[in-house]
């Protein structure tokens, strides 16, 4: 079974950090593009950063750029979402999600499977 598991959501003030992690099981994803969405309260789930199968291209939106990294680590079967100088608006469930092909940028219906979510909550 394949499974997509996020952690390391939380609580945190502004201007503070949080590392995300999204462990995978199931099936390989080393070659599989990847990438982490959001969905805040009564807003649709929206694209926040993406990786291609090897980590050489990445893809922010924009209002996360300078501020959030994605990476990957494939000998772990483990993506991550470094989240710097968090803001209010970036409260929301953050979920990972692994596409069918090695990149597929920030496009929602790219992606096949998908983690039950993890929730970032940013306080002023």
């Known amino acids: 079974q394949v499974q997509l598991v996020e952690s390391g959501g939380g609580l945190v003030q502004a201007g503070g950090s949080l590392r995300l992690s999204c462990a995978t099981s199931g099936r390989t994803f080393s070659n599989n593009g990847m990438g982490w969405f959001r969905q805040a309260p009564g807003k649709e789930r929206e694209f926040a950063a993406a990786?291609?199968?090897?980590?050489?291209?990445?893809l922010y939106t924009d209002s996360v750029k300078g501020r959030f990294t994605i990476s990957r680590d494939n000998a772990q079967n483990t993506l991550y979402l470094q989240m710097n100088n968090l803001k209010p608006e970036d409260t929301a469930v953050y979920y990972c999600a692994a596409a069918r092909s090695g990149y597929s940028g920030a496009n929602t219906e790219n992606y096949v499977w998908w983690g039950q979510g993890t929730q970032v909550t940013v306080s002023s």
């Open positions: 990786i291609n199968w090897s980590g050489s291209v990445r």
